[in-house]
């Protein structure tokens, strides 16, 4: 009997090696307030630093510091002029001036912002406003703060006026002293006070109209214009008697234009003389908005409900206003000024 075959030896499957596995990319760190990217998040574990800048042609040049605001609001001041308020958050210039007294819509525009808020005063009864809502804004006023760094006097800007020494375009405030001094708002700034997008292709103005140039007015031969530069891809701000300019010959841009009419009335409170606060209408209300960006433009309705509420903003179509990174401005004229796009 012939002997049986030894069996074959069982062969085993072969293993394929396994995929190196990819890194996880790398989570990127942006800034809050303009959704760019930082390199160390460290820097933005301060508050948001506001500030109250005059805008009158003889206050002009504001120190170069100004520039290097995340965003800037341009509001109304009496019934033609404009005020301005810089908000630094992802980095503190060492000084920024000259620094003026508080208007009205300073509450319910930093209010979502949970900011402080550097200024050398108000009208009573603008004073007691923001003191009745200091659960939203912390302020630091100069003649309370003066002595703890948060302020100083710059004393070339000091002039004579009526054999007097005047103080109103030197008083400079130290928004990296105020962030280490704020006892209140000391948490960063909410990552959607505007509504950004990462990748600015998704930008509502990617299919939005020409928007290369805006101007928006305040009042009778007194406007505010931005110019769009496609070689830089950014905004020049300009003013009624030329291009805006700070300390050094440094002209402002900004990569996003947001303007938002609003209704404002002169109040009839304050009996001091001289030209009344403007109370703007934002609180619980709506009206159209303009968006600019890349040279393109859209439009919109916007809302805000009560005085800690952000602003909602939505396109003409129905669909939420996608803002592109960057650095704004943002414009508060009347519901009757007629803006210009083009």
């Known amino acids: 009997m012939a002997p049986s075959p030894s069996p074959s030896p069982s062969r085993k499957p072969s293993r394929k090696p396994s995929p190196t596995p990819s890194p996880s990319p790398t989570p990127v760190t942006r800034a809050p307030l303009t959704w760019l990217p930082v390199d160390d998040a460290a820097t933005l574990l301060g508050p948001a630093v506001a500030l109250k800048v005059p805008n009158l042609k003889q206050e002009n040049p504001q120190t170069a ?8 609001f341009c509001q109304p001041n009496g019934d033609s002029y404009t005020r301005l308020v810089p908000v630094f958050h992802s980095r503190y210039p060492d000084a920024v001036g000259p620094i003026r007294s508080m208007r009205p819509v300073d509450v319910p525009l930093l209010s979502p912002l949970g900011a402080v808020l550097g200024n050398t005063g108000a ?7 923001v003191k009745a809502h200091d659960e939203n804004l912390e302020r630091m006023t100069y003649l309370e703060w003066r002595d703890k760094g948060a302020f100083s006097v710059d004393r070339s800007r000091i002039y004579k006026a009526n054999g007097k020494s005047q103080f109103d375009r030197a008083i400079m405030a130290h928004p990296a002293e105020m962030a280490k001094l704020a006892e209140r708002m000391t948490a960063p700034p909410p990552a959607d006070y505007l509504p950004f997008v990462a990748d600015p292709a998704r930008s509502s103005t990617a299919v939005g109209s020409a928007g290369s140039k805006v101007s928006v007015p305040y009042g009778r031969d007194f406007a505010m214009s931005y110019e769009y530069d496609p070689g830089t891809n950014t905004y020049a701000r300009h003013q009624p008697w030329g291009p805006h300019v700070v300390e050094g010959d440094t002209q402002l841009v900004c990569d996003n234009v947001l303007v938002i009419q609003a209704k404002w009335w002169m109040d009839k409170i304050w009996k001091g003389g001289g030209a009344a606060d403007p109370v703007v209408d934002i609180i619980d209300s709506s009206g159209p908005f303009f968006y600019l960006q890349g040279g393109k433009a859209v ?3 916007w809302t805000k409900g009560a005085m800690a509420e952000k602003f909602t903003f939505t396109l003409a179509g129905g669909k939420p206003l996608a803002m592109a990174p960057g650095r704004t401005w943002v414009e508060l004229p009347h519901t009757r000024s007629e803006i210009a796009i083009s």
Do not use: K, P, Q
């Open 123 to 129: 009208a009573e009864w603008v004073m007691n406003y």
């Open 299 to 301: 439009t919109g309705t």
């Open 65 to 72: 510091g100004f520039a290097d605001a995340d965003l800037w």
